[in-house]
């Protein structure tokens, strides 16, 4: 059984990935592993002819705990590691990734209200 955390962050990868659809960005894949790297890309999505590697981040509203944003919980050692991620989420897709020029990271912040929709959105471009 999932735990709470697990339904808040798959909620909120949810609602990032439809919004950031809304924005017109292409949602290419959710929830990516690799065969070379431990840890999962919550978002890969392409926007205009930049392929974006999404970190999706959850809060209840009201949580006394962690950072004072969401956004804040992706701190150096995370960034390393969805570099990590990237390059190696590229070498296993070579010659399947959709055309591209650059890419970039976002990080998203949702904090989510008792009612299960969200009461702050983020949206960090180029985020490191």
């Not at 840890?39 to 209840?60: N, S, T, W, Y």
């Not at 705990?65 to 919980?73: D, K, Q, S, T, Y």
């Amino acid at each position: 059984m999932p735990t709470a955390r697990k339904l808040l962050g798959d909620s909120a990868e949810t609602m990032a990935a439809a919004r950031l659809s809304r924005s017109g960005m292409r949602i290419l894949a959710r929830n990516q592993r690799t065969s070379e790297v431990a840890g999962e890309i919550d978002l890969i999505a392409l926007d205009g002819r930049e392929l974006v590697f999404v970190e999706v981040k959850a809060q209840r509203a009201g949580n006394l705990a962690g950072p004072e944003r969401p956004v804040l919980a992706v701190g150096r050692q995370k960034q390393r590691k969805l570099r990590a991620l990237a390059i190696a989420w590229l070498r296993d897709h070579d010659g399947f990734v959709p055309r591209h020029s650059s890419f970039r990271f976002d990080v998203v912040g949702v904090r989510i209200g008792r009612d299960g929709e969200p009461t702050e959105w983020e949206h960090i471009r180029h985020a490191f």
